[in-house]
């Protein structure tokens, strides 16, 4: 186990990294712990939003500023999964076929409108995504590590797009919304954009960071009884919720865990608190749920069920040793 000076030591770099996001995209500061939080908990990220956003900056600034390779792969119905994970070249000087890498091959890879491409292509993002390895003719090739997956997908055009079935769903930790900017943020944009001479804000790294040691932090994170039995009753209340035919998995219920713990790196906490797991409870469960054919015709929002559980599981009071409630 790790020490309470690992965890306040990740917290400052967390802080130095979404200091660093921040500087480069305009964006709600909670959307950014959001997908770090993902990155700490060593899943992938979905961000659902229109163009013009800010996902692909963000994105790159995060790989920028934990000091990792970053790799964009866009994707399209012709897309093939060789044009993602690689393929085998025949060498004429050695008279043998050399592994090309494809763009998978990165730290940080954003999968940008990942619902274009075919199901066959998803299926090999699934695998690197799920295993952390990707297989070509039979030969298994390990992906970099860290590996860390931003996908994103436009809500509002569908012509032409191939839902995620549900296992690569399941393969987020976390899917959210960078949003439109408010007024002043979007004032700011053009006010940072007056400011310098380039189109694009670079980010820079710092070498203090080790992005491993990082992911290792959540791992010291204690969360009590009382709010492990509260992670454990907001997964079974989806499961018996009128408006879903399937709640989340067991396995979204460890998710739910693995990234409380991680968001109370980022906010500076040895434990966790309910407060915590309610926070990030929307960004974690809302995309694994099955609605029901009338809930879907009624137009029903997931996120809003999630509300409507944590409105009704009762949160539990706990006592830790700083006097926090």
Same mark, same amino acid.
């Given at each position: 186990m790790g020490t309470e000076t690992d965890v306040e030591g990740a917290t400052e770099h967390c802080n130095t990294v979404l200091d660093a996001v921040s500087r480069a995209v305009i964006a709600d500061e909670s959307t950014l712990e959001t997908v770090l939080s993902g990155f700490l908990s060593r899943g992938h990220v979905l961000l659902e939003d229109v163009p013009g956003t800010g996902k692909t900056l963000t994105a790159r600034s995060l790989a920028s500023a934990l000091g990792l390779s970053f790799s964009r792969i866009q994707f399209t119905p012709d897309?093939?999964?060789? =044009?993602?994970?690689?393929?085998?070249? *025949?060498?004429?000087?050695?008279?043998? *076929?050399?592994?090309?890498? &494809?763009?998978?091959?990165?730290?940080?890879?954003?999968? =940008?409108?990942?619902?274009?491409?075919?199901?066959?292509?998803?299926?090999?993002?699934?695998?690197?995504?799920?295993? $952390?390895?990707?297989?070509? %003719? $039979?030969?298994?090739?390990?992906?970099?590590?860290?590996?860390?997956?931003?996908?994103?997908?436009?809500?509002?055009?569908?012509? &032409?797009?191939?839902?995620?079935?549900?296992?690569?769903? %399941?393969? *987020?930790?976390?899917? /959210?919304?960078? &949003?439109?900017?408010?007024?002043? &943020?979007?004032?700011?944009?053009?006010?940072?954009?007056?400011?310098?001479? =380039?189109? /694009?804000?670079?980010?820079? /790294?710092?070498? #203090?960071? %080790?992005?491993?040691?990082?992911?290792?932090?959540?791992?010291?994170?204690?969360?009590?009884?009382?709010?492990?039995?509260?992670?454990?009753?907001?997964?079974?209340?989806?499961?018996? =919720?009128?408006?879903?035919?399937? $709640?989340?998995?067991?396995?979204? /219920?460890?998710?739910? *865990?693995?990234?409380?713990? #991680?968001?109370?790196?980022?906010?500076g906490r040895t434990y966790v608190t309910p407060d915590h797991v309610a926070r990030i409870a929307p960004d974690v469960l809302a995309h694994r749920l099955v609605l029901t054919p009338d809930a879907r015709v009624d137009d029903v929002d997931k996120r809003a069920v999630v509300d409507d559980l944590l409105d009704s599981v009762p949160v539990p009071t706990v006592s830790y040793a700083d006097g926090r409630k």
């Open positions: 897309l093939l999964p060789a =044009d993602i994970t690689g393929t085998y070249v *025949f060498n004429e000087q050695t008279q043998a *076929f050399d592994f090309r890498e &494809g763009p998978i091959f990165g730290n940080v890879v954003l999968a =940008d409108e990942i619902n274009r491409a075919s199901p066959k292509t998803q299926a090999a993002l699934l695998e690197a995504m799920g295993e $952390g390895q990707v297989t070509i %003719d $039979g030969e298994t090739h390990a992906l970099p590590d860290p590996f860390f997956v931003i996908a994103t997908q436009n809500p509002i055009e569908q012509d &032409g797009t191939f839902p995620l079935p549900e296992a690569q769903v %399941d393969r *987020f930790v976390v899917k /959210t919304s960078l &949003g439109y900017p408010d007024e002043a &943020g979007e004032r700011e944009l053009i006010d940072r954009r007056a400011a310098r001479t =380039d189109r /694009t804000p670079t980010v820079g /790294t710092s070498a #203090a960071i %080790d992005p491993a040691a990082l992911r290792r932090a959540p791992e010291s994170v204690h969360m009590e009884d009382e709010v492990r039995a509260y992670v454990v009753s907001l997964a079974r209340a989806s499961r018996e =919720d009128s408006r879903v035919a399937t $709640g989340v998995s067991p396995r979204a /219920t460890q998710r739910l *865990f693995e990234v409380a713990r #991680a968001l109370a790196v980022v906010r």
